[in-house]
């Protein structure tokens, strides 16, 4: 299957706010995938669908797709591979956005072991894994692993052209984390430090697509909770803006 061009639809989909749609797609060439036993492919539209479940807050689909996702890999044999990492890494996501960190943990350790064994130094793919894996080691009170691990991700982020969403993301994750560990008056200034930083790159970058809008998504009720409901609602203007093309 052309899964580049099924990519492409997706990101289509993706960049008008379509989820329904875009969960249609994904389930049509499932659906093509498992008539024609095209398993590699089937594993990517899995990988794609637990992402836009746990998007939408879908906990039920999101699991079930994350159990189906880890049968694949292991029934193709790529249990030891960048693509079962790249999957391992997915899962775990999705159990960490619906607060089962102690299930996600063992599947980043996997992942990192793949991606550090496997991947060359300074690959893209690294930000993604320690800053997810960052989150969840937050919730298991690690700190100092959580910021290592943070400090890792920006440095990784920093160096591509269009890292600066991914930056602002890790950035307020740490503003968060700064504030489980010590409270929200203890670091107060190094805490508004990491806002405005984040804030600069929002504003600063140039590429605004269906991705910024998301990240602005993301990012808008971060800033609300620290006490700055106009940039929440001026994010939340952008990623309308760009959604309604307007």
Not at 14 to 41: I, M
Not at 56 to 84: H, I, N
Not at 176 to 197: F, H, P, S, V
Request: overall charge negative; proline content about 3%; charged content about 30%.
């Amino acid at each position: 299957m052309d899964t580049t061009r099924i990519l492409e639809k997706l990101d289509e989909y993706l960049g008008k706010n379509d989820y329904l749609a875009a969960e249609r797609h994904l389930l049509y060439w499932l659906r093509e995938c498992l008539l024609t036993h095209d398993d590699r492919t089937a594993l990517l539209m899995r990988n794609e669908l637990m992402g836009l479940y746990r998007k939408q807050g879908m906990q039920e689909p999101a699991l079930r797709e994350v159990q189906d996702a880890l049968a694949l890999v292991s029934s193709l044999g790529l249990a030891d591979t960048v693509s079962g990492a790249t999957t391992y890494l997915n899962c775990a996501t999705v159990y960490k956005a619906f607060d089962r960190w102690e299930d996600s943990l063992p599947l980043y350790e996997r992942a990192r072991l793949i991606y550090e064994r496997d991947l060359p130094a300074g690959d893209e793919r690294f930000g993604g894994l320690y800053n997810n894996m960052a989150l969840a080691l937050v919730d298991a009170e690690r700190y100092d692993e959580a910021n290592d691990l943070y400090a890792r991700a920006i440095s990784v982020m920093e160096a591509s052209p269009d890292g600066g969403p991914e930056v602002a993301i890790t950035l307020l994750n740490m503003a968060d984390a700064l504030e489980a560990q010590y409270g929200i008056l203890e670091r107060e200034e190094e805490l508004e430090e990491l806002l405005e930083r984040a804030k600069h790159l929002l504003d600063s970058h140039p590429t605004r697509d269906g991705y910024y809008a998301f990240v602005c998504e993301k990012c808008a009720p971060i800033f609300g909770y620290h006490g700055d409901p106009d940039y929440m609602e001026e994010l939340c203007e952008r990623a309308r803006s760009i959604y309604e093309g307007t």
